[in-house]
């Protein structure tokens, strides 16, 4: 790209995003629950980020004598089997969650993305080879192939984190490929590879950065997904392990006891559980609204 | 009718052999030795070297891999490393509880979701809609084994209605003679109407466990193409010569709405088959589900691998049943093909 495009290009970008901040703002104001959502969002990210450095006990320190009390003033959630106060737990939780989350959707991102994009873009055999793997991850039910990946490659957080990606992989090739297969015929494509571009120089710079925006919005649509298949597979005894706060986890530890009446250990953890997936997935809503107004439903 | 069948059998064989490639993997994925794996923990080095030369694991890749599909077409997907039973006879005893769930499971999800969509398309910006709406987001949001704990909590422990989440059959009743192992169907077959009773009871909260959990993509499918159907000519034309409202949202545009719905149902049954292993821990339900994380929590890899696959196979038979039911449903498929 010449040196004297840039300044127009930039220009051009910076009203883009201009236009989409007030579209945004539009959004927002118009979509209470949009806004309602992205509230949420930012309160989960708090804790995720500052958690640990606020809570009012140690998530992992028991205290026998003060086990399996309802919530009270001094533990609002009350204490679980071994005395660890809920609160602090659930909040502490935040960041592993998310965490597991983040990760796998960057890396579903990063394969199924540029597969998808290399797969619509060059078209031919690396189109037939992505699209036979995408069919047959979606051969299996989702979360049982996840339990087999994650029970095949060792019981670890990495391997949920991975084994998430996998089965989300068919969604974001998919997307990604039919994006690249209108865009591959595009003026600027042409352009660009009439400057002399390479095409993997344009599949990177030129198709890619195209099709963020609705890669975006899908990172955000199955972030809930991803939420909830590691919740999970936590719960079956997957990945993360005791003592360790996990919202899955946590879940699983209080069912013994829901039947017996203390309902308080399952239902904090599974409800911030819910108010994550439920957050994500309004967000994911709101976020294509804004993106791609038409496939508003 | 004939060739639609046979080319969506002959579609759906790559699926299956992709399903067959991928379990195989998955054991020689298996961190460590797999022989030493399969030999257990307690085996000597011998033994282990037993092992391997037995499970043909001394052999290149593709000669396991063509013994691996043998073992398979006759039925044989190892033992149980903890029982020591074969594991194809376990899963088909455990198959029947497993499927009685999941396809109750499915038709309390059609019962609500169906006319909760119709209702909302033809009242548009309704009450209704907003709660369609609603209640479509909130339930992709529940996770499953939370929702089953509550309901457990809330029928169980609070009001007393549903009996103890432990299994198909009360303690007292014994189970019906098995003709299909559907326990409702069965006892229905004997007659036995407390039989019939006490395992509707056990399947209440389990079923609408999975119920609440898929209702929302079915839900939102029905609303979306009932909109698209009540919008087209052929419903304005029905109305214009004045048939009954019911008529033409039933027989007219529900008729013309339900191919999408049907399409829906391959991702809805790979949400339930999923979700079933999770309602099934939580109900402590004896299906095939609750014998595949039994043998994640010994460290058992051949039941898994087989259950992995049972259920694989089936959901791949499930969307083959959608594809002809829709070419049964829809004639200019059939043209086409």
């Known amino acids: 790209m010449s040196n004297v495009a840039l300044p127009g290009r930039r220009g051009a970008s910076e009203h883009g ?48 004598a003060a086990a399996l009390k309802p919530p009270s003033l001094a533990h609002w959630c009350g204490t679980d089997q071994l005395g660890r106060d809920v609160l602090s737990r659930v909040i502490v939780a935040a960041r592993l969650d998310l965490m597991i989350a983040v990760a796998s959707v960057a890396l579903v991102f990063l394969m199924g993305g540029l597969a998808g994009v290399a797969a619509g873009f060059f078209g031919g055999w ?134 017996s009446g203390e309902w308080w250990i399952a239902l904090f953890p599974g409800a911030a559980l819910m108010i994550a997936v439920f957050c994500f997935n309004l967000l994911g809503d709101g976020l294509r609204d804004i993106v791609d107004p038409r496939r508003r439903t | 009718m004939l060739s639609l069948i046979v080319k969506r059998v002959a579609a759906a064989v790559p699926s299956l052999i992709g399903v067959v490639i991928v379990t195989f993997l998955l054991t020689r994925a298996l961190p460590g030795d797999p022989a030493a794996y399969f030999a257990g923990p307690a085996a000597t080095a011998e033994a282990i070297e037993q092992v391997r030369v037995k499970l043909g694991l001394d052999q290149p890749l593709y000669v396991q891999f063509v013994r691996y599909v043998g073992d398979l077409a006759r039925g044989d997907l190892g033992n149980s490393l903890t029982t020591g039973q074969p594991v194809g006879q376990e899963l088909r005893s455990r198959l029947p509880a497993s499927a009685e769930l999941t396809l109750l499971g ?51 422990y609070l009001l007393g209605w549903a009996p103890a989440p432990l299994g198909r059959l009360d ?77 033409v949202v039933v027989t007219y545009a ?14 809805v049954f790979s949400f339930l088959l999923g979700a079933n292993v999770l309602v099934e821990k939580v109900f402590a339900w004896p299906g095939i589900g609750s014998f595949a994380v039994e043998a994640l929590i010994a460290s058992d890899f051949a039941p898994l691998q087989g259950f992995v696959l049972t259920m694989a196979i089936m959901y791949v038979a499930l969307n083959l049943a959608i594809d002809i039911l829709y070419g049964v449903i829809d004639p200019r498929v059939r043209i086409e093909a």
């Open chain 1, 17 to 64: 995003l201009f236009a989409i901040l007030r579209h945004a703002r539009y959004i927002l104001g118009e979509n209470a629950v949009t806004a309602f959502a992205f509230a949420l969002f930012m309160l989960i990210v708090l804790a995720a980020l500052i958690g640990p450095y606020v809570v009012p006990y140690d998530p992992l320190a028991s205290d026998t």
């Open chain 2, 106 to 156: 499915l038709l309390v999800s059609v019962a609500i979701a169906v006319p909760l969509g119709i209702l909302a398309a033809t009242r548009p910006n309704s009450l209704v809609d907003h709660a369609c709406r609603a209640i479509s987001t909130a339930g992709v949001s529940l996770p499953v084994f939370f929702t089953g704990l509550v309901l457990i909590y809330v029928f169980y």
């Open chain 2, 254 to 267: 529900f008729r013309n709405a339900m191919l999408p719905v049907i399409t829906t149902l391959g991702m």
């Open chain 2, 171 to 247: 303690v007292f009743f014994s189970p019906p003679a098995q003709v299909t192992g559907f326990y409702l169907i069965d006892s229905t077959l004997d007659g036995n109407g407390e039989v019939f009773l006490a395992s509707l009871k056990q399947l209440i909260l389990p079923a609408l466990t999975l119920g609440i959990f898929s209702l929302a993509p079915i839900a939102r499918m029905t609303r979306a193409s009932m909109l698209a159907a009540l919008a087209s000519d052929f419903v304005r034309t029905a109305r214009a010569s004045g048939l009954s409202p019911f008529t």
């Open chain 1, 126 to 259: 690396t189109d037939r080879i992505v699209g036979r793997i995408a069919d047959t991850i979606m051969a299996f039910p989702l979360f049982v192939l996840a339990m087999g990946i994650v029970a095949a490659l060792g019981n670890a957080v990495q391997n949920i984190v991975l084994a998430t990606a996998i089965v989300n992989f068919p969604l974001y090739a998919r997307v990604a490929r039919a994006e690249a297969n209108v865009l591959r015929e595009a003026g600027f494509v042409h352009a660009a590879r009439l400057c002399g571009n390479g095409e993997a120089r344009i599949l990177l710079g030129h198709v890619l950065p195209n099709i963020m925006p609705i890669m975006v919005v899908q990172m955000s649509l199955t972030m809930g997904y991803a939420i909830l298949n590691a919740a999970g597979l936590s719960f079956i005894g997957l990945g993360v392990r005791p003592p360790t706060a996990e919202w899955g986890i946590m879940v699983a530890e209080g069912a013994a006891f829901m039947v």
